[in-house]
């Protein structure tokens, strides 16, 4: 059965149009959208590519002046080294000449030797005689035994001299000539000399030594020809060494000559 429609009162339709007059009598409340703000974006900046061209690496000078003397230490220690070799060799090849041409003991010395001599048979005075020669082919190895001991000796003793703090104090000229000092000091000629002396006769030495002060004119100026060096007459150690390994009687000559260059250039 249909709903039956119901008419509003008077007072009903009253309330209704007074809600609607105040509805639209209402100020209007505007819509406020929140506000976003544009925040800008982050520029990341690309990183810088590496130089594919590496910078050489600069040693400090520190470090090369430290390997300068490393290379200055080992020429000087193996010239030295070889000098002491043909020093001792010098002398042991001193001792095997001599000890070769020593002449047969007399009928004298083996009767003072050996007070039994004139009674002695043939066999017992040729031992006897062998006795005394083979004692005196000892001393003269045990001689040279002492030498080479003193040349050992004396090469430490000039490098505590050279390195010993207070010689720069005393001599010091020696400033940057040590590892030559050295050398010199340790020649054969200068065994056991003062170092006092050495040390006078070394700097003398390198004063006298003419400076290369350069070309007085420029290649290709027309200036006059350089001197030529005349040609020492020695030999080197080098050669001095292959010499002795294949001629050693020919070696022995030219030390004894004095032809063999002991100097470091």
């Known amino acids: 059965m249909p709903k039956l429609h119901k008419k509003p009162t008077q007072e009903e339709l009253q309330a209704d149009i007074n ?4 509805e639209a009598e209402a100020p209007e409340v505007p819509i406020v ?54 020093a001792k060799n010098r002398v042991l090849n001193q001792a095997l000449d001599e000890s070769n041409n020593t002449p047969e003991p007399t009928e004298e ?22 006795t005394v020669v083979n004692r005196k082919f000892r001393e ?12 050992e000796k004396w090469d ?39 170092f006092k002396v050495l040390v006078g006769a ?3 030495e390198k004063s006298m030594k003419p400076k290369n002060k350069g070309k007085m004119f420029e290649d290709g100026t027309g200036g006059p020809a350089q001197p030529v060096k005349p040609k020492s007459d020695k030999i080197s150690m080098a050669e001095a060494e292959s010499i002795r390994d294949t ?11 004095g032809k063999i260059d002991l100097s470091v250039e």
């Open 202 to 204: 070394f700097l003398h």
């Open 33 to 86: 959208e929140p506000v976003v703000e544009d925040t800008p974006a982050e520029v990341v900046e690309p990183a810088p590519e590496p130089d594919p061209t590496p910078e050489p690496a600069v040693e400090p000078e520190a470090d090369i002046q430290k390997e300068l003397e490393g290379k200055d230490k080992k020429l000087s220690a193996s010239a030295r080294e070889n000098q002491k070799i043909l």
């Open 247 to 257: 001629d050693y009687g020919k070696y022995r000559e030219l030390l004894k000559a």
């Open 140 to 151: 003269k190895m045990v001689e040279a035994r002492e030498k080479s001991k003193k040349i």
């Open 156 to 194: 430490e003793d000039v490098v505590a001299f050279a390195e010993d703090p207070r010689t720069l104090i005393e001599y010091s000229d020696l400033e940057g000539k040590i590892e030559e000092f050295k050398v010199y000091a340790t020649q054969e000629s200068n065994n056991n000399v003062p």
């Open 109 to 130: 010395e083996l009767t003072k030797e050996f007070p039994e001599w004139e009674v002695m048979d043939e066999v017992s005075k040729k031992l006897a005689k062998e």
């Open 19 to 22: 809600k609607a007059i105040a």
